[in-house]
Nanobody
Framework: VQLQASGGGSVRSGGSLRLSCTAS????????MGWYRQVPGKQRELVAT???????NYSDSVKGRFTISKDNAKNTVYLQMNSLKPEDTAVYYC???????????????WGQGTQVTVSS
C-alpha cells in the first residue's frame, strides 16, 4: 500500500491542524491505520489508530485533543489536532497494517512524514 500524507505545517500553541493520509487501496482491506510521530533522537511513538470497524485508540498525551477518523470512500484517514502544544512538534507518519496476499502475511507500510511545528 502506498500512503500519501499531507497537512503538516507551523502553528502557534493552541492552534489546530488536520493531517490526511490517503491509501492506494481500499481502506476496507486494511485492518488498522494509524498516525505516529517522531522527533530527532527519539523513537517513533504512537499517536492514534483506527481499525477497519472504526474503533479508535489514542496515546495519553493526545487524548481529548486529537481525533482520528476515516473516509472509506476516499481511502483516507484524518488526524484532527486541536489545542496543539509545542511538545506536539514532530514529524508525523501514517501507516497501514494489513494482510498481504502476495506474502501471505501481515504487512505494515509507512507513508512519508509530514512536519508539524508548534511554537509557543
Amino acid at each position: 500500500v502506498q500512503l500519501q500524507a499531507s497537512g503538516g505545517g507551523s502553528v502557534r500553541s493552541g492552534g489546530s491542524l488536520r493531517l490526511s493520509c490517503t491509501a492506494s487501496r481500499s481502506a476496507f482491506s486494511i485492518n488498522v491505520m494509524g498516525w505516529y510521530r517522531q522527533v530527532p533522537g527519539k523513537q517513533r511513538e504512537l499517536v492514534a489508530t483506527i481499525t477497519n470497524a472504526g474503533s479508535t485508540n489514542y496515546s495519553d498525551s493526545v487524548k481529548g485533543r486529537f481525533t482520528i477518523s476515516k473516509d472509506n470512500a476516499k481511502n483516507t484517514v484524518y488526524l484532527q489536532m486541536n489545542s496543539l502544544k509545542p511538545e506536539d512538534t514532530a514529524v508525523y507518519y501514517c501507516n497501514a497494517d494489513y494482510f498481504r496476499v502476495a506474502s501471505w502475511g501481515r504487512q505494515i507500510d509507512w507513508g512519508q512524514g509530514t512536519q508539524v511545528t508548534v511554537s509557543s
